[in-house]
């Protein structure tokens, strides 16, 4: 049994067997997991908001999907993941609270799950599975030996994807 290592609130940071990789309190935000199947070596980031090119504050890479999937690839090639055999799951992007207005910046959870998946596409990096909007939190864990990603919510049977 390895280490399970912690991702925190735009936070990333990679693995191999025996270790797991873990974030916590997933609401609006997204855990996006990548992964090379055949090396084992995977990969998590904890994205907050869709888009770097909109805040003037973007120094914090892990922050956002744009800018954080890109880093957490070139971490994973440091490690000695494979570019073409890297894939996805990904789970949260929830509407945590309920607003009666259209406005589209209180839409947090689902322009995140948008953005992600824009730039794994754009990335070419498939979703194997994912676990994303409604209105309820995630914690996520993710072992890289069995490639399953257990999500946990509050009042809600744990899953596996």
């Known amino acids: 049994m390895g280490e399970m290592i912690k991702v925190g609130m735009a936070d990333m940071n990679v693995c191999k067997p025996p270790d797991s990789i873990t974030t916590l309190g997933l609401g609006s935000c997204v855990g996006i997991v990548l992964y090379d199947p055949g090396k084992k070596v995977s990969g998590m980031v904890h994205v907050m908001l869709p888009d770097s090119t909109k805040i003037k504050n973007n120094e914090n890479i892990a922050k956002f999907a744009d800018t954080g999937i890109d880093e957490l690839v070139r971490r994973l090639l440091v490690l000695g993941a494979t570019r073409?055999?890297?894939?996805?799951?990904?789970?949260?992007?929830?509407?945590?609270?309920?607003?009666?207005?259209?406005?589209?910046?209180?839409?947090?959870?689902?322009?995140?799950?948008?953005?992600?998946?824009?730039?794994?596409?754009?990335?070419?990096?498939?979703?194997?599975?994912?676990?994303?909007?409604?209105?309820?939190?995630?914690?996520?864990?993710?072992?890289?030996?069995?490639?399953?990603?257990?999500?946990?919510s509050v009042g809600k049977p744990q899953k596996k994807i």
């Open 84 to 152: 073409s055999s890297l894939v996805a799951k990904i789970a949260g992007g929830a509407q945590m609270f309920a607003f009666s207005s259209n406005n589209d910046m209180l839409r947090v959870g689902e322009r995140n799950v948008e953005a992600t998946k824009e730039k794994l596409n754009s990335l070419r990096i498939p979703i194997l599975a994912q676990d994303t909007g409604l209105n309820y939190g995630r914690t996520i864990e993710f072992n890289p030996e069995s490639s399953e990603l257990l999500i946990k």
